[in-house]
């Protein structure tokens, strides 16, 4: 009696009484059941964040479809790298999976129902969505926009460079490239990176800058730009591929006499993140290795990079009068494993990127920082044939006893296809047939394995399905259901409180 006066006293306090109702019984209690029940209850405890955020950190995980974030959520299960104990996988979190707001995305550019990252990341960046190849130009802009820079789409950068926030941009891909250039430049087509055969004389006269070129120029200027693509900033003898004699690392470092240019992992690491002035860092001529090829002492891991750059915006609060920043952090090469249908590869370079994700969660204070996470677009990689819990996810499959399927089975314990052939889970709708001969000989656990596919084409595809959005921190909330791409951008535009 006591006890219930007491329970409806804090309830009356606390919240609104709830109706008793039906009792919640059922003879299995196990570790399932428990687990859920602890699962619910942090669900119920409301964590009411602020509404205005300072900073604002967009992750994105080129090609990191849903299929890739489940089988690198098994792969790290099974493969942990921070001393965790290797278990099955499938009931492993990577770092997204714990944030509190989640939504599909919808993809597709203007012209195209399965987009490239060119149309997809100008859609987070500028609020519009485009055409597939272009970088923040509105839909129906061409080449002769950039005449008339006042009418192409406004970047998130732009926008906050001019309120005096600090950008930086952080990618494991050349610096240059479709995702991270969205975060700065204008271009009709992707690949007029820098001033090379790429970008054929004849387009040239159309008067739009090299990507690199922008880069340099960016109003303002960019904090923090870590990544690779050195080649397109220097010009040919000088260790890069740029025909007109321009050296845009000596015209940065004239800009910017405070600024400091690093070109290996040593010079980051001998940097201090509190030092005033840019930081420019090209640390390969192209895109930066896989994780799996990277050489540590040469060349820093994306996780590095990450924790380098939110340091750096950071410290840089005070001197800018308290404004905050906008920071772009892509995993990129994800994106590239999955063109060479290497799963192991793809694999990894998620596994590391959600490494960078719990770093940043880890560095920032979600009261005033809005954390977004997602992917540009999919890829066509397939999870399938009911393999037994616990299987390699990157192996032949063998099929849960009772699961369905009832094909037959090799004295291996796989599951072989109509030609006697061993399954594996993994396999791509499409991708190169003919080159990966060297594939055949290896198991499917190698890493240069790559894996099986329906339709054989040079590349593997991006995948047109949608995409998972998660987030964390001021303004998290109104990320959920079912939303178009460019919705990212005034998601963030409302956290910084810009209407
Ligand atoms: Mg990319
Ligand atoms: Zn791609």
Redesign the pocket.
């Known amino acids: 009696m006591i006890r219930n006066i007491l329970l409806a006293t804090t309830l009356a306090v606390s919240a609104p009484a709830l109706a008793a109702g039906p009792v919640l019984d059922t003879p299995v209690q196990d570790d399932w059941w428990q687990g859920g029940r602890a699962a619910l209850d942090a669900r119920l405890k409301v964590v009411n964040r602020p509404k205005r955020a300072k900073n604002v950190i967009l992750m994105v995980g080129?090609g990191m479809g849903v299929t890739t974030i489940t089988a690198a959520r098994i792969f790290d299960g099974q493969h942990p790298i921070d001393g965790r104990k290797p278990g099955p996988g499938e009931e492993n979190s990577l770092a997204w999976d714990r944030m509190a707001n989640t939504a599909l995305v919808k993809t597709y550019n203007t012209n195209a129902q399965v987009a490239d990252?060119a149309g997809t990341a100008s859609a987070f960046n500028t609020g519009v969505k485009t055409r597939i190849g272009v970088i923040n130009m509105g839909q129906n802009q061409g080449a002769e926009a950039c005449k008339t820079p006042e009418k192409l789409p406004r970047t998130f950068a732009e926008i906050a460079r001019a309120q005096g926030l600090a950008v930086g941009i952080v990618?494991t891909?050349r610096i240059t490239?479709?995702?991270p250039a969205a975060v700065f430049g204008h271009v009709p087509k992707r690949d007029w990176e820098g001033a090379d055969r790429a970008y054929p004389m004849a387009d040239r006269a159309s008067g739009c800058a090299d990507l690199a070129t922008q880069l340099v120029n960016f109003k303002g200027g960019v904090e923090v730009v870590l990544g690779g693509g050195g080649a397109r900033f220097l010009p040919v003898g000088k260790g890069g591929v740029r025909d007109d004699g321009r050296n845009l690392v000596s015209e940065w470092q004239q800009r910017w006499p405070t600024g400091q240019y690093v070109a290996d992992a040593k010079g980051l690491r001998a940097l201090s993140a509190a030092s005033t002035g840019p930081v420019l860092g090209l640390f390969t001529a192209d895109h930066l290795s896989f994780e799996h090829d990277r050489k540590d002492d040469a060349e820093p891991g994306l996780p590095e990079l990450a924790r380098f750059a939110v340091a750096k915006l950071a410290a840089g609060t005070k001197a800018r009068g308290g404004k905050g920043y906008y920071l772009m952090i892509?995993g990129?090469r994800i994106?590239h494993a999955h063109h060479a249908s290497n799963p192991y590869r793809a694999l990894k370079e998620a596994q590391t990127f959600s490494v960078a994700v719990a770093e940043v969660l880890k560095m920032v204070n979600l009261d005033e920082t809005l954390v977004l996470v997602t992917a540009?677009h999919s890829h066509v990689l397939t999870m399938a044939g009911y393999p037994e819990r616990g299987n390699d996810i990157l192996g032949y499959i063998k099929p849960a006893r009772d699961g369905e399927g009832g094909g037959p089975i090799s004295k291996e314990g796989w599951a072989l296809d109509d030609r006697g052939q061993p399954m594996t889970t993994l396999s791509y709708a499409n991708g190169p047939f003919l080159a990966p001969q060297l594939s055949r000989q290896l198991p499917p656990t190698d890493p240069n394995y790559l894996a099986s596919k329906t339709f054989g084409t040079g590349s593997e595809s991006h995948g047109g399905e949608d995409v998972a959005l998660f987030a964390e921190g001021p303004r998290a909330d109104l990320v959920r259901g079912v939303m178009e791409q460019n919705l990212i951008f005034h998601i963030m535009a409302e956290a910084l409180g810009w209407r």
Do not use: L, W
Request: aromatic content about 0%.
């Open positions: 080129d990252s990618s891909a490239h479709a995702t892509e990129g994106d540009d």
